[in-house]
Antibody
Framework: EVQMVQSGAEVKEPGESLKISCKGS????????IGWVRQMPGKGLEWMGI????????RYSPSFQGLVTISADKSINTAYLQWSGLKASDTAMYYC?????????WGQGTLVTVSS | EIVMTQSPATLSVSPGERATLSCRAS??????LAWYQQKPGQAPRLLIY???TRATGIPARFSGSGSGTDFTLTISSLQSEDFAVYYC????????FGQGSKLEIK
């Protein structure tokens, strides 16, 4: 079974750094792009960026360029999304998804709460 | 950036009836259009890709159509589990989602 399993919920203070993860299983991890999607409370879906784990080629939506870093470790079939200085406005659910036939397999989501 | 506009924002339909949701792109996305369903507290689920191809395990009551700038998702006979938020997303030129359409029980 193809699965994307994300790391657990996080509560952080403004200015802190954070790295969340997304582990793929049941398929050849290096053959598919992986995307990250943000969903702010009560809002819609926003595409943040994508990465190709085979060579760690990452691309970002203009709205997120410079604000987050997407990386991957193909040796452990895991993609990452990280922040170097969180803001309260980063409070959201973050999803990873495998990009097969569009985003065909999704992780369960990681809730990030940023509050002082 | 390609802007995706969904209508209506909310659609109220009775179980067993047909529901039609629309999605319009600000420029042609060819057939690079997907539909997702999201229920409260759950991750989105892929329903349709390539404008009209059902994803694995998706019931035949879900169908998609359109190309270029205008697309439609039709649910032929609504079941209780179909009431949710639906998003369209283009992947012809980067990736962008529509704002979502909520399908609620009438």
């Amino acid at each position: 079974e193809v699965q994307m399993v994300q790391s657990g919920a996080e509560v952080k203070e403004p200015g802190e750094s954070l790295k969340i993860s997304c582990k793929g299983s049941g398929y050849s991890f290096t053959n598919y792009w992986i995307g990250w999607v943000r969903q702010m409370p009560g809002k819609g879906l926003e595409w943040m960026g994508i990465i190709y784990p085979a060579d760690s080629n990452a691309r970002y939506s203009p709205s997120f360029q410079g604000l987050v870093t997407i990386s991957a470790d193909k040796s452990i079939n895991t993609a990452y999304l990280q922040w170097s200085g969180l803001k309260a406005s980063d409070t959201a659910m973050y999803y990873c998804a495998r990009l097969g036939a569009s985003a065909d397999v999704w992780g369960q989501g990681t809730l990030v709460t940023v509050s002082s | 950036e390609i802007v995706m506009t969904q209508s209506p924002a909310t659609l109220s339909v009775s179980p067993g009836e047909r529901a039609t949701l629309s999605c319009r792109a600000s420029q042609s996305v060819r057939s690079s259009l997907a539909w997702y369903q999201q229920k409260p507290g759950q991750a989105p689920r892929l329903l349709i890709y390539g404008s009209s191809t059902r994803a694995t395990g998706i019931p035949a009551r879900f169908s998609g159509s359109g190309s270029g700038t205008d697309f439609t998702l039709t649910i032929s006979s609504l079941q209780s589990e179909d009431f949710a938020v639906y998003y369209c997303q283009q992947y012809n030129n980067w990736y962008t989602f529509g704002q979502g359409s909520k399908l609620e029980i009438k």
